[in-house]
């Protein structure tokens, strides 16, 4: 992953942390965040994603961040997708989303989303900074707030970690007695 | 439509391969609520009397409820409904994971399987995309196997698929319905049912939304419900050791089910208990959907002849059934057993009583190495057991008579090896024993589809909960409601609690957080379920316990349309005739007789037959079933 170039590296004020050891998958966090959102219990249509992996009884949050490059941002041709000044947090600009979906295939979490009956790019705001989801967490599994930059700065190298981690288990999985 | 509901009911007939999507009729709610409910009305109603289990006529209902799928704790639950194969009366399994939300987002209430397909086939629900495919190249497969398979198939690791594996395909009569590996519609023997219509799976994916009436009244309910949940000490304890917790406290009061039944004392109680395994075991703590407790526990065993077996579960009654019942002290050896059961698709409760009755038998010299295929079957065998469930799953040698259960075993096999067969109804006893709690001794005996600890087992009595116990029943019905070795007053313990507990099978939310720890109860479900459907009818809790009444009866009716009647109310005699051995309740019998008395008078049943009386079905307007007699 060392030829990822960084175009853009900022400081994130805060941001959706999670720990997946702590998941249990329960999904109260889809429910929650597309109740708030869409007024209704549609987790297709939530700002995050519980991968759950019942084979190896591996529960996995997606979230939306924390990204210090955001390729969501570096792909929109039109710069519907930026990022808050303040916030750093990356955010759509409907008006001008041309629905190229360019930034569904480019995040690395898998979280942005396109709604197929209403024709619109969904994507987390973190809630205007309250998010929904870290509060509905019972586990403590997503949190919100600052971290330090260890937590934060290779958001890839994360993901590898998630990817080790379920080849592990996978070993483990593959030598039962049978 | 209220909210909360779909409105819609799909129909899959396998004998012409054609899905039907019909209305749900609104005038089933205010009745039925939902889940149990709908499915109890639908069942009576189309199925004839004296059906086989097992032919093409039974039909398979999977339902959800109002709060299945919506941010209520403990909203994953569904329920499987059928004609039992195991008992040739009221069956129905209720399983947690992720199905019955999915198929509520897919757009269905319910599924209604009927007829028989020629060839193995999956049923491929897709929202309003409607598939039977072939399942040859599946059949034959372990659950695991299949539910991986049909992912793979599908390329959507959100396929929810219940699955039936090689016992399933086999018809033993308690096979399961496994949902996503790990969650079992364990009892009755749903998995059969969907074998004899060659049925491998059901695959569902939905994309949809579940509305709810008022959404921000609901949501701030559900929130503080959640929150009840995660500061209540003892479901905390459950996150952490799940239903183990149970065997310690079991062990405690002297209901610790040991060598089939005998005894409630196991010696080697220490290393099935939570606080033994969890720190050598367990990997990982996951929960079904929308539950903020989490009582599901990933184990691995690092070592010994099991070493590199991961799996979910056993529940407690895992730990009894294949622990303490057969006198067997280790762990790894119930994981490695719960995992075959889960593969090959087979309930847990029932392989170990059937395993439990045939070693019993064996010991006492009412069988012999004849009968058995030359095995020599004794109490603690850790590879025996293994190999015996191995054997069921196949329907192999001797585990073809297992395959059938303990009372159609003990009835092939006579030589009075009956009085081993801890059964009622034809239904394995479940991990209790009424000799030390009276009001489960009421439960198991009543219970719609044999010997059941989930419709309407007592557990305040049982633990002394003399504060909850004064709210529900009031306080001049103590001490003798809490005392759980007398039979005084346990009829209105089992009415009131029973009467609860299906409430909460047509919302449907999970047993934990209801029956245990005691969390939410009735007037908490006339607050959600007003905000969720809009139906004001249901705010009233009196209201809701017509309701209950009514599935009870209604139920019982269907039983009854089967030939059940009083003297199929009954118990092994091991917990009428012979007292309990040692412990606490040493000396202890059940006197069932008083209780079934009281229980129908409350119920409003006849006291020599256990039939509803004239005035009941009125009452409870169910007149309509006498035109399905
Ligand atoms: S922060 Fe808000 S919008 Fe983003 S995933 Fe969480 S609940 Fe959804
Ligand atoms: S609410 Fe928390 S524990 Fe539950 S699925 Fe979401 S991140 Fe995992």
Redesign the pocket.
């Known amino acids: 992953m060392s030829d990822i170039i960084d175009h853009e590296v900022v400081y994130l004020p805060s941001q959706?942390i999670v720990d997946f050891s702590k998941c249990t998958g329960c999904r109260i966090?889809e429910l929650?965040?597309?109740a708030?959102?869409e007024g209704k219990f549609q987790p297709s249509l939530?700002?995050?994603k519980i991968i759950r992996y019942d084979d190896l009884g591996l529960d996995i949050p997606n979230?939306?961040g924390p990204c210090e490059t955001a390729p969501c941002v570096d792909i929109c041709p039109v710069f519907a997708m930026r990022r808050d000044p303040i916030t750093k947090m990356t955010y759509l600009d409907e008006d001008m989303c041309i629905l190229c979906k360019s930034c569904v295939g480019a995040c690395v979490n898998g979280?942005i989303l396109l709604d197929t009956v209403k024709m619109r790019i969904i994507k987390?705001?973190?809630?205007g900074g309250?998010?929904?989801?870290?509060k509905v967490c019972p586990t403590g599994a997503?949190t919100?707030g600052p971290d330090t930059s260890l937590a934060t700065v290779d958001r890839h190298g994360k993901i590898l970690g998630y990817l080790k981690e379920i080849e592990r288990t996978d070993k483990v999985h593959g030598t039962g007695a049978e | 439509m209220a909210g909360g509901y779909t409105g819609k009911i799909l129909r899959v007939n396998l004998t012409d391969g054609k899905f039907k999507i019909e209305t749900l009729p609104e005038e089933w709610i205010k009745p039925y609520i939902g889940g149990d409910g709908f499915g109890a009305k639908l069942l009576f109603e189309e199925l004839p009397a004296g059906i086989d289990p097992l032919g093409e006529q039974n039909k398979l209902i999977i339902a959800t409820g109002p709060i299945t799928g919506t941010m209520w704790p403990m909203s994953g639950r569904t329920v499987l409904i059928s004609k039992a194969p195991l008992t040739g009366i009221w069956g129905e399994s209720h399983v947690g994971g992720f199905l019955g939300a999915e198929l509520k987002y897919a757009g269905y209430d319910l599924l209604v399987i009927e007829g028989k397909s020629e060839e193995p086939v999956y049923i491929d629900i897709h929202n309003s995309d409607l598939q039977l495919r072939d399942a040859k190249n599946k059949w034959g497969l372990t659950t695991d196997k299949v539910t991986t398979a049909i992912k793979k198939d599908k390329r959507d690791p959100d396929v929810q698929v219940a699955a039936i594996g090689p016992a399933g395909e086999r018809k033993v009569r308690y096979a399961s319905v496994m949902i996503n590996h790990a969650r079992a519609a364990g009892r009755t023997g749903m998995g059969a049912v969907l074998g004899s219509k060659n049925v491998k799976a059901i695959a569902i994916r939905g994309h949809g939304a579940v509305e709810v009436h008022d959404l921000e009244g609901f949501m701030k309910f559900a929130k503080e419900g959640h929150m009840r949940v995660r500061t209540n000490p003892i479901a905390q304890g459950m996150s952490k050791v799940g239903t183990w917790g149970l065997v310690a406290v079991k062990q405690e009061i002297g209901e610790f089910p040991t060598y089939n039944h005998q005894t409630g004392v196991f010696d080697g109680w220490e290393k099935l208990s939570g606080d033994y395994i969890r720190p050598r075991h367990t990997i990982g703590d996951r929960a079904c959907f929308g539950c903020s407790l989490g009582c599901k526990k990933v184990n691995y065993i690092k070592d010994g002849p099991f070493a590199g077996t991961l799996e979910e579960g056993p529940e407690y009654e895992g730990l009894m059934a294949f622990g303490s019942l057969l006198g067997i002290d280790d762990f790894a050896t119930t994981l490695k057993a719960n995992q075959i059961c889960n593969r090959y698709g087979m309930d847990i409760i029932s392989a170990g009583s059937t395993i439990a009755f045939a070693i019993e038998a064996f010991v006492k010299g009412a069988i012999t190495e004849k009968d058995t295929g030359g095995l020599k079957l004794e109490w603690g065998n850790r590879e025996q057991l293994i190999k015996l469930l191995e054997m069921i799953g196949e329907r192999e040698g001797f585990g073809e008579l297992l395959a059938e259960g303990s009372k159609r075993a003990a009835d092939s096999l006579g030589r009075g090896t009956d009085k081993f067969a801890m059964h009622v109804k034809g239904m394995e006893v479940s991990g209790q024993d009424g000799r030390t709690h009276r009001s489960i001794a009421l439960g198991h005996a009543t219970g719609a589809r044999g010997a059941d600890h989930l419709r309407s087992l007592v557990v305040v009595d049982q633990l002394g909960y003399e504060d909850v116990a004064t709210k529900r029943w009031g306080a001049d019905k103590l001490p003798e409601i809490i005392d759980p070795y007398t039979e005084k007053y346990k009829a209105n313990a089992v009415f009131e609690s029973e009467n609860a507990y299906c409430i909460r099978d047509t919302l449907i939310v999970c047993w934990y957080t209801v029956s245990w720890p005691p969390i939410f109860w009735m007037d908490d479900f006339a607050k959600i379920l007003p905000l969720t459907t809009g139906e004001n009818y249901f705010s009233k809790v009196e209201n809701l316990t017509e309701i209950a009444e009514r599935q009870v009866t209604l139920k019982r009716l269907f039983n009854a349309r089967e030939g059940i009647t009083k003297k199929d109310d009954s118990l092994p005699d091991r917990f009428t005739k012979d007292p309990m051995p040692e412990g606490p309740g040493k000396g202890q019998v059940v006197d069932l007789e008083p209780m079934l008395r009281d229980y129908y008078t409350l119920r409003g049943w006849d006291l020599e037959t256990g039939l509803p009386t004239e005035n009941t079905l009125k009452r409870l307007s169910l007149e309509w079933t006498k035109a399905h007699s």
Do not use: F, G, Q
């Open positions: 959706l966090c929650a965040c597309s708030k959102h939530a700002r995050l979230v939306c979280v987390c705001d973190h809630c309250d998010p929904e989801c870290a997503i919100y």
